[in-house]
């Protein structure tokens, strides 16, 4: 589709980034550094003096290549998860709904209901202003969402959802907009 490597790409969507923190999630785990999440994506866009277009963009097919394997310090594995139940230094961090954390729902494809023990609630979706222009809250604001739960840079934190889509959005909040440097996936 014409994506290069070597140039930025820049990646939205129209459910608050959601889907666009998964593939830079993706990307970042294969060494792609150039990749960016337009926030607040398509209604970010629409609230700037820009046109949209319906036109599909032919761009000539390109030679992207991915030259690293992936990057597996973002990615927890089970033993990575038991280790962290015993940390008091680690947070596992649910990003579902509340529902899906209490159990009262198991949604599509869950093997069960409930939750990983021990972990603590966070929806992914407070970390935006999800039912207005859906970017990012600011820096400080962030900082109060995660410090109220415990989720502090000291810590090392896991990030956890049905699939990996919620919990890469919650991912890219803490390490690229706050700095965390210990956070898997």
């Known amino acids: 589709i014409g994506v290069r490597g070597e140039l930025p790409t820049v990646i939205y969507d129209d459910r608050g980034a959601v889907n666009a923190s998964r593939l830079w999630w993706i990307l970042s785990n294969y060494g792609i550094d150039n990749a960016f999440i337009l926030n607040g994506g398509v209604r970010s866009w629409d609230s700037i003096p820009a046109s949209r277009t319906t036109e599909i963009t032919d761009l000539p097919p390109s030679e992207f290549e991915i030259v690293r394997i992936p990057n597996e310090i973002t990615v927890a594995t089970l ?57 990012f809250f600011d820096e400080d604001s962030l900082r109060v969402i995660y410090e109220r739960i415990g989720v502090t840079p000291d810590k090392h934190v896991i990030t956890y959802c049905q699939s990996g889509t919620r919990s890469a959005h919650t991912l890219f909040a803490l390490t690229q907009l706050l700095g965390f440097t210990e956070v898997k996936n």
């Open 79 to 135: 033993d990575d998860v038991l280790v962290a139940m015993e940390d008091p230094n680690s947070v596992i961090l649910d990003t579902r709904t509340l529902d899906e954390f209490n159990g009262t729902i198991k949604k599509d494809g869950a093997g069960r209901a409930g939750r990983i023990p021990g972990s603590i609630f966070l929806d992914w979706a407070y970390s935006i202003d999800y039912h207005n222009d859906q970017r």
